[in-house]
């Protein structure tokens, strides 16, 4: 079941530009999707009209059923945030600026909160004034509020944007536990390609406001079988390949269709006059995938 539908969204700026061009998807729940594009592609026009900041010209977004555009508050009592920059109050403690954020909607729970900061791992510091955290310390504190009051999903924009090597990874495994051990449904929207391949589920890819991929990170694939052929003789192979229904990129990286065996295809390569010197599986990256969609006219 979908937990957030988006629905046939298009803006266009002011100045005339047209920051999404009729996008659609869908983000199932207890899932991870990971949101891509380049700079300026219209993620995070995509986030700003989920979180109902951002009004589209055509189309919704639907969470849990209820229309952002028609019921936000209804709506976005569903989700919880990261977005754009963390701004805290630099004055007041971790534990203080939670509860000046939680006091807007009329919502605290003591015992909720120590849960959560614990889950953060920010209990030493959450009586510290926000002044003397660290980048990594300040998006734990955003994820914190978040998770405040208990959402069922969360939309994360960059959220590991600035972060050294080792925040990352804390901050990854953090996310992968919110979904394994508490079912959170989560879309979150990154420029780091390895990051959203170890943690995400599907991926969705935009392209100059254009939807131009939906479907599983590749590492998550099941029914693709993908082969590297090494040959001199690439020609020759593309065409015993096209005889055959078989796939082959200018890398040679071979797609066997599911009618035949890999080992029936590399036969008929032989068979065919090819001088096979390697062939060995092959699995396909996400950083493949992406630049080769972002590549294409």
């Known amino acids: 079941m979908a937990l957030l539908e988006v629905k046939h969204l298009t803006k266009r700026w002011p100045t005339g530009r047209l920051a999404l061009d009729d996008v659609s998807f869908e983000v199932k729940e207890g899932e991870i999707l990971g949101l891509l594009g380049h700079n300026g592609a219209g993620k995070s026009t995509i986030m700003g009209i989920t979180l109902g900041m951002v009004r589209p010209d055509q189309g919704e977004v639907r969470i849990g059923g209820r229309s952002v555009q028609k019921d936000r ?4 009592r569903q989700i919880g945030a990261i977005y754009e920059a963390a701004h805290f109050y630099d004055y007041l403690s971790g534990w203080q600026n939670l509860r000046v954020f939680c006091s807007l909607s009329g919502w605290w729970d003591e015992v909720e909160v120590k849960r959560v900061v614990q889950m953060v791992n920010l209990t030493r510091a959450i009586q510290q004034k926000t002044a003397t955290y660290s980048h990594g310390m300040r998006q734990r504190l955003a994820l914190a509020q978040a998770l405040l009051p ?3 999903m969360l939309l994360l924009d960059e959220p590991t944007d ?4 080792e925040g990352i990874r804390e901050f990854r495994e953090l996310i992968l536990h919110l979904r394994k051990h508490h079912g959170l449904t989560i879309m979150l929207n990154s420029h780091l390609l390895g990051e959203v391949e170890q943690m995400c ?8 406001g254009k939807k131009v991929f939906e479907g599983p990170v590749p590492s998550q694939e099941k ?9 001199n003789d ?3 192979a593309r065409e015993v390949m ?3 229904g078989a796939k082959m990129d200018k890398h040679g990286i071979v797609e066997v269709p599911l009618s035949m065996e890999p080992h029936e295809l590399v036969a008929a390569l032989v068979q065919g006059g090819v001088q096979v010197q390697s062939w060995q599986p092959h699995r396909r990256t996400l950083e493949e995938l992406y630049m080769g969609l972002s590549s294409k006219s």
């Open 223 to 231: 029914t693709r079988r993908m082969f590297q052929l090494e040959t």
């Open 162 to 165: 600035g972060l050294d090597p």
């Open 73 to 76: 508050s209804t709506a976005l």
């Open 150 to 152: 208990q959402p069922k």
């Open 242 to 244: 096209e005889r055959t």
């Open 234 to 236: 690439m020609g020759l």
């Open 201 to 208: 589920d599907r991926c969705v890819i935009i392209k100059d």
